[in-house]
């Protein structure tokens, strides 16, 4: 039997008191797909970084095609990738002030090629993916999804012995998760080891040869495919949760005691305290410009009415000042500050209220981060860590944290994709304080391209299809009836 591209022997991983990875063992064939599953903070990512030479293990030795690694001065990515090791992460590590051909020929033998040829090369690379994205955009002008279809192209480029994909689907629509599936299968028949990183589980159980479980450091389970059933594996990621979170049918919306109502492209809409309010259309859709132009990020100002009183938005700072707050889908980029804390990017927006005459109290800010850690089931290292360690759903339960903390304050909460990236258990946390907030008369909107986050989160939904909105109360057939308003597209009879 062929030894293994990559040989994990008792692997641990701390961050501080905190374990990481907990002796953990795992070989990845070769020509095998292996899907790594587990909650977040189950030690995932921590797993792909070690393999990868982003972070040092404590212990343990990891073996790549035979060849013991030495935890030295050259234990960082560059080298590992030059020993056919490529990673995919979940947030896009691109140069931002470079162009897409330049970012995929970056530190290759192709680098010092004329501008001519890295731009052929770099087309070459995404029309492997079936992209078409022009080569010589900057990156910088691009939104999430295709920055992270350019990453994607960037880490396939040149010799691989192995690839390991940390959430490559996250921001990529169906089309093309099933060409990204599609070239992974091939790339497997010629050889290649693959370890593919995801919270949708669906995708794991189509692509994957065998299925590896983490859960607090420690595998929990490893199988093939062939012998693994949807509900097993949801138990073995989160035992007792169930994977597809609803809001309680029995819920009773309360009447509404604040209203706001929106003017955009020639329609009103209105949307009430008390209950979640989705809006349903594909990747950049209509749906993101239009919660952007009610944070004041529209190339127009926004015309609102908050309880009958006008409010003209014009930027970020009216929008707050009138009791709206944002969540961006891409948090990396857009909403975490990486240097800083834990504690102080939750209580970034609120500095005003921990201070006492002019200085501010530790005290209070500890106080406040302790509650709506509580109330967010926040996991992973202390308060006073950088951001940057902890896993990418705890990072977005701290985007969510910084407003929810002070969810009075606030009139109106407009999130886009807020379970994006994030597990079964998170979810559950999530939904389970945004209808906790909606309930104590926040007015929530969530914009996404994804069926599973507007059903785990809506009370009623709207199906965006560019001008042309189509309302579709919840029912039932929900699912059904939005994905089919989506598809066959909407008529102005019925906008």
Do not use: C
């Given at each position: 039997m062929d030894q293994p591209i990559i040989s994990i022997r008792n692997i641990t991983v701390t961050y501080g008191l905190f374990k990481a990875l907990d002796e953990v063992t795992l070989s990845i064939p070769r020509g095998q797909i292996v899907g790594l599953v587990g909650h977040n903070g189950a030690g995932k990512s921590t797993l792909v970084n070690a393999v990868t030479g982003a972070i040092k293990p404590l212990s343990g030795e990891i073996v790549i095609d035979g060849k013991p690694m030495n935890y030295s001065h050259r234990w960082n990515p560059l080298h590992m990738a030059r020993l056919g090791l490529r990673v995919i992460h979940q947030e896009p590590s691109l140069v931002g002030t470079?162009?897409?051909?330049?970012?995929?020929?970056?530190?290759?033998?192709?680098?010092?090629?004329?501008?001519?040829?890295?731009?052929?090369?770099?087309r070459t690379a995404l029309a492997k993916i079936g992209s078409t994205i022009d080569p010589r955009l900057s990156v910088s002008s691009l939104d999430f999804a295709d920055r992270q279809i350019v990453d994607i192209a960037r880490s396939l480029y040149g010799p691989t012995k192995?690839?390991?994909?940390?959430?490559?689907?996250?921001?990529?629509?169906?089309?093309?998760?099933?060409?990204?599936?599609?070239?992974?299968?091939d790339l497997a028949k010629q050889g290649k080891s693959i370890v593919y990183v995801s919270h949708r589980l669906r995708d794991i159980l189509e692509i994957c040869d065998r299925i590896v479980v983490l859960r607090e450091g420690h595998i929990v389970m490893d199988q093939l495919n062939r012998e693994i059933t949807a509900t097993s594996l949801s138990e073995a990621v989160c035992p007792s949760i169930l994977q597809n979170i609803?809001?309680?049918?029995s819920r009773k919306i309360a009447p509404a005691?604040?209203?706001?109502?929106?003017?955009?492209?020639?329609?009103?809409?209105?949307?009430?305290?008390?209950?979640?309010?989705?809006?349903?259309?594909?990747?950049?859709?209509?749906?993101?410009?239009?919660?952007?132009?009610?944070?004041?990020?529209g190339i127009t100002p926004a015309e609102v009415f908050i309880n009958g009183s006008f409010c003209k938005i014009t930027n970020p700072a009216s929008a707050m000042k009138?009791?709206?707050?944002?969540?961006?889908?891409?948090r990396e980029m857009e909403s975490l500050f990486p240097l800083m804390s834990a504690l102080s990017n939750v209580c970034m927006p609120w500095l005003n209220n921990f201070s006492i005459f002019g200085f501010l109290s530790k005290t209070r800010m500890s106080d406040a981060y302790a509650f709506i850690k509580n109330v967010l089931n926040i996991s992973g290292p202390t308060m006073h860590e950088r951001i940057t360690s902890f896993s990418g759903g705890n990072k977005q339960k701290h985007v969510l944290a910084r407003w929810l903390m002070n969810s009075n304050r606030l009139k109106f909460l407009l999130l886009c994709q807020p379970l994006q990236g994030v597990d079964i258990q998170a979810r559950k946390d999530i939904s389970k304080a945004l209808r906790e907030a909606s309930d104590n008369g926040l007015i929530i909107l969530v914009a996404s391209s994804e069926i599973d986050e507007i059903t785990s989160l809506a009370d009623r939904a709207y199906v965006c299809h560019g001008s042309l909105w189509k309302e579709i109360p919840r029912s039932n057939e929900w699912e059904?009836?939005?994905?089919?308003?989506?598809?066959?597209?909407?008529s102005r009879k019925e906008s």
């Open positions: 470079l162009s897409v051909a330049d970012n995929i020929t970056f530190r290759t033998d192709s680098e010092k090629k004329s501008k001519k040829e890295r731009e052929e090369i770099a192995a690839i390991l994909l940390d959430e490559p689907t996250a921001a990529l629509g169906a089309e093309e998760t099933h060409r990204l599936h599609t070239l992974l299968l609803k809001p309680d049918e005691n604040s209203v706001i109502k929106a003017f955009w492209q020639g329609h009103n809409y209105e949307f009430a305290s008390g209950e979640i309010t989705g809006l349903f259309g594909m990747a950049a859709g209509p749906q993101f410009d239009f919660v952007q132009h009610l944070y004041g990020l009138h009791g709206i707050a944002y969540v961006s889908s891409d059904s009836k939005l994905f089919e308003a989506l598809l066959l597209g909407i």
